[in-house]
């Protein structure tokens, strides 16, 4: 049984106890202690059940890389599945429930599954349920439904009651793994002077050293380490974290790191996690490796863990895995183990060393102390259920003939060990396959590289394939040199003398025995958590899934919460014995960020309750509120529909904002429109790609209407564009458009013309933006003293700078209404002065605001178009008459190209056309036309839709616009609509200006 010795563990604390609850149990641990270490204290050694057979699962490994033991912790609002015992720090009153069973972890009704194994294998689901048919949506799907999925979620009526946040940080170098290579890197980096940050995913420093001992520096490493890191607490330019875990690497020196800032620590003011943002000049992966295990009949049993993780439970919590551990190994690192194990007082009653002639100096010790070693010998199988009770010994080269049979309640296997090389491959770093230690490895001639063709990461120590302690501090010296100098610094550091490594080689050991019948090969698994199995890679091979992603996918192997971190290499060798290739030749699947699985909500941060989506306010918000602004959400801004008056209907309010608006003054807060800067000497340059229309040819102080084409070639923005001097334009925007179209402009310059001097930049928030439209419009201007807009000094399409009301205003001759209109430009701190000016001044005019719905009637009467509205992903400018807005001067403009297929071209498109009812009855929006026949489906041909829709004030009657067949081609023609209720409303197809054809109320 596993139990807590009495003595030892370096890490916790036995004056500090807690307690906690597994599935209800009451249990206790000390402080220091994992949730792994502590259950195994309380020899609780069945933790959970495996994902498709329902197995019983035990833990494995001791940190990150554990596919098994995952839990669900805490209850109610903090409840979160998924969680690994091995990395989740023990605390008073932690909650912890098991997965993937029913009714109970030791009855579980699924383990019916295991029984039927044999008709369960690899894709038994591909060929199961696709016949009959019918089944699948009564039958099949909700079965699969009800079986998918790891772990519980949490109810929907939980809300986390925790914090989080991001965290932004710019440093030379990024030193990720706090073992022994990482802090000899990051001294290294630190010596240079250059800024520095040091990141460890657990909550201790030194790796595996402290726990495997050997001689750094003349101290022993443990000593090492501390000495070390109180150097580098000393260095104003080092930053280091420790449970902050590097989570993905991207291009240009980008990294982000998860830090689990209070989870040990519930209760705290401290939010739970961070998630760093990290920009570095130089990345240096000090990651580390991983044990690989072995793959033989029985190796899921609970009380089966890796070597490593035996040793660091004994070494480190002083928790036995058991009080009879049998090691099994094809390399010497194990017989470290075997040594930790019986120097604490535990029995071990062989070592099965799958080498013919075992290991070199480490064996040789354990001989010394009186540990049995069995030279090229294997393990058949594993005896037990719900925990080891033996192991069947058998000779490694044979096919699992058992000789002999040694009673153990735990076997430690080490198959050997793999670098972690996930970050390095994330942005391309390549692989390649060591011979000698059976692993794939950093290949430093294909490392990552940055916008200068120069290496970017620098992996170290035993994430570069060097395992024994002085070649690890030789490599993280000279790495971390050569990596600071390509960011032009340098350093004159020399590697500290190290314990050489004397161990035997080892021997690739991929099944036990070699020759394993089906019996026992389909009991040898390769990922514990999806419950693969030897043959299911094998019968992949067979059945034509020659490419390892295609097998990943086909088995889902390495497709676990561990991403395949234990079972990916044994996979690996499986699948190349079974195709006849090498390894190296079958490749490896793709690592893909995060590391290890990080919170949804660390990556939400801040943004969660009202800050999920900040609602953004104008400088006139609080005006409109105190007005009776009825609001409407428009992207994150808030603006006002309408203005409802006491006793007054929407529709009423409408009416009367849009008639006193066409008689005499209405006013706009237009301050959401999006404005964009946009600044340099090849601005115009990156104008005339931008829009489809010529914006290089404008000239300062004059506006032009323009039009803006996504790379495939349809309509994504219109609005207004102000040439402010020679170097700069101002673009407005739809007000939802603004953010995404200057990121549309940031990701053209990044990447297409990164050369090009042009800078931009979005000053919506900058600006209050007010418009003064209606016939009184420059009469209430010129009241508040503003000079130079007169019809000859300020015609259409033209601005100055000027004063409005004393206040300094940039004064725009546009109108998106058909009426004398201007719009003022003021800077947003003094918006309200200026909003309150108007209304004083135009009390004589019967001064109206009016809201976004007055808006588009007044500019649905004058046929002018809404993105968004008239468009919706699918329309060129061409769909909308806006051929005039195409510039046939220019040789190229995003989404011309693409404008020129034949599809865009087909003259079968529909067009924008303006409807009239013969009924007087208002269209619905998005009401389609119909067309004789039916379609393929049984549905009603169409041949049309209505775009926008709305009741005019200045005619009395309803009006719409939609996009129809051949529209322009078919004026006065009647077509019908269908309705919700399966009538028909016949409508006239019309021009799409109803009011004012000539423009003359606009040009006064």
Not at 85 to 104: C, I, K, M, R, Y
Not at 834 to 855: H, R, S
Request: overall charge negative; proline content about 5%.
């Amino acid at each position: 049984m596993s139990t807590r010795l009495a003595k030892g563990g370096r890490l916790i604390d036995r004056a500090t106890t807690h307690r906690f609850t597994f599935n209800g149990r009451q249990m206790k641990g000390y402080s220091g202690d994992t949730l792994a270490s502590a259950l195994l204290a309380g020899d609780q050694m069945l933790v959970g059940r495996s994902f498709k057979y329902h197995r019983p699962r035990g833990i494995v490994a001791s940190g990150a890389e554990e596919p098994n033991a995952l839990v669900g912790l805490g209850s109610g609002n903090t409840f979160e599945p998924n969680q690994r015992v091995t990395v989740t720090e023990l605390f008073d009153g932690l909650e912890a429930q098991s997965q993937n069973h029913w009714p109970s972890l030791e009855f579980d009704v699924g383990a019916i599954n295991a029984k039927l194994s044999r008709f369960l294998p690899a894709g038994f689901y591909y060929k199961t349920f696709i016949h009959p048919r019918p089944f699948w949506k009564h039958v099949y799907e909700p079965f699969i439904r009800k079986s998918a999925g790891l772990g519980k979620a949490p109810d929907k009526e939980a809300r986390d009651p925790d914090t989080y946040e991001h965290f932004y940080a710019h440093v030379d170098v990024l030193v990720i793994g706090g073992g022994v290579a990482g802090l000899q890197a990051a001294k290294v980096a630190a010596q240079s002077g250059g800024k520095v940050l040091l990141i460890e995913q657990n909550a201790h420093w030194g790796g595996r050293a402290p726990v495997d001992g050997g001689t750094v520096d003349g101290a022993e490493a443990d000593a090492w380490v501390s000495a070390t890191l109180k150097e580098l607490e000393g260095m104003a330019n080092v930053t280091m974290r420790t449970r902050t875990m590097g989570a993905g690497l991207y291009d240009h020196g980008y990294a982000t790191a998860y830090e689990r800032v209070s989870d040990h620590a519930p209760g705290s003011d401290a939010p739970r996690h961070r998630l760093w943002r990290i920009r570095a000049g130089q990345i240096v992966t000090a990651t580390g490796a991983i044990e690989r295990p072995l793959s033989f009949a029985g190796n899921d049993i609970p009380g089966v863990m890796l070597a490593s993780a035996a040793r660091d439970f004994a070494v480190n919590y002083a928790v036995s895995p058991g009080d009879r551990t049998v090691v099994v190994t094809n390399n010497d690192d194990a017989y470290r183990t075997a040594l930790a194990l019986k120097s604490v007082g535990l029995s071990v009653p062989a070592v099965i060393d799958a080498r013919a002639n075992g290991g070199g100096a480490l064996m040789a010790e354990a001989e010394a102390q009186g540990i049995r070693v069995l030279k090229g010998k294997g393990i058949a199988k594993v005896q037990g259920g719900a925990r080891v009770t033996g192991v069947e010994i058998c000779p490694q080269a044979g096919e699992g003939a058992t000789q002999e049979t040694i009673a153990c309640d735990a076997v430690a296997m080490s198959g050997g060990w793999s670098p972690v090389v996930h970050l390095w491959s994330h942005i391309g770093g390549k692989l390649t396959w060591d011979e000698t230690e059976n692993f794939f490895r950093p290949d430093p001639e294909r490392a990552p590289i940055t916008h200068d063709g120069s290496a970017i990461v620098t992996a170290v120590g035993a994430a570069n394939g060097h395992l024994g302690l002085s070649e690890i501090v030789s490599d993280a010296t000279s790495g971390t040199t050569s990596a600071l100098k390509r960011i032009g610094l340098s350093v004159d550091a020399a590697a500290p003398e190290a314990s050489p490594r004397d161990e035997a080689p080892m021997e690739p050991v991929w099944l036990m025995p070699q020759g394993a019948k089906r019996a026992l090969r389909a009991k040898a698994w390769l990922d514990f958590q999806n419950d693969v199995k030897v043959t299911d890679v094998q019968l992949a091979a067979q059945e034509g899934y020659v490419s390892v992603e295609h097998t990943k996918r086909y088995t889902t192997l390495g497709m676990a919460t561990d991403q395949g971190k234990l079972s990916n290499i044994n996979g690996l060798a499986i699948l190349s014995q079974a195709l006849g290739e090498g390894i190296p030749q079958v490749g490896t699947t793709t690592f893909r960020p995060p590391y290890t699985p990080i919170s949804l909500a660390s990556i939400a941060g801040e943004a969660k309750g009202e800050l999920f989506q900040p609602i953004r306010r104008t400088a006139l918000h609080s005006w409109h509120e105190e007005n009776g602004a009825e609001w409407e959400p428009v992207g994150h801004w808030r603006r006002p529909f309408a203005y409802r008056k006491p006793g007054e209907s929407t529709h009423d309010a409408v009416t009367r904002e849009c008639v006193a608006t066409r008689e005499s003054l209405g006013l706009l807060d237009a301050s959401t429109l999006g404005k964009i800067l946009v600044k340099g000497p090849d601005a115009g340059r990156f104008m005339d790609m931008l829009y489809t229309n010529m914006m290089s040819s404008l000239k300062p102080g004059f506006c032009r209407y323009g039009l803006m084409c996504s790379e495939n070639g349809f309509l994504m923005d219109d609005g207004v564009v102000a040439r402010i001097d020679e170097d700069t334009f101002l673009c407005h925007t739809t007000t939802g458009g603004a953010e995404r179209i200057h990121a549309h402009m940031e990701e053209w310059l990044q990447t297409e013309w990164w050369d090009w001097k042009v800078w931009v930049l979005n000053v919506t928030e900058q600006y209050t933006q007010i418009g003064v439209v209606g016939p009184k419009s420059r009469a209430v201007l010129e009241k508040l003293g503003t000079e130079g807009i007169g019809k000859d000094e300020l015609p259409f399409m033209r601005w100055i700078d000027g004063n409005v009301g004393g206040i300094p205003a940039r004064i725009f001759r546009i109108s998106f209404s058909g009426e004398l209109s201007f719009e003022i430009a003021v800077a947003a701190n003094r918006g309200r002065e200026l909003w309150d000016k108007l209304i004083e001044a135009g009390q004589e005019f019967n001064v109206t605001p009016y809201g976004t719905e007055a808006m588009h009637v007044l500019r649905a009467e004058k046929g002018f178009i809404m993105i968004g509205e008239e468009t919706d992903g699918t329309i060129i400018p061409q769909d909308l008459g806006l051929h005039w807005a195409i510039s046939k001067k220019k040789e190229d403009y995003i989404g011309k190209r693409a404008q020129e297929r034949s599809f865009m071209d087909n003259p079968e498109r529909w067009q924008l056309v303006g409807l009239e009812t013969t009924d007087g009855s208002k269209l619905p929006d998005g009401a389609y036309a119909v067309a004789p026949g039916n379609n393929a489906n049984g549905q009603v041909n169409t041949q049309g839709r209505v775009t926008s829709s709305y009741h005019s004030a200045a005619l009395g009657r309803p009006i719409a616009m939609g996009l129809v067949h051949n529209g322009p081609d078919r004026m006065g023609e009647v077509i019908e609509f269908a309705m919700t209720d399966g009538s028909r409303v016949p409508a006239k197809i019309t021009g799409t200006i109803f009011f004012d054809p000539e423009g003359e109320k606009q040009n006064v």
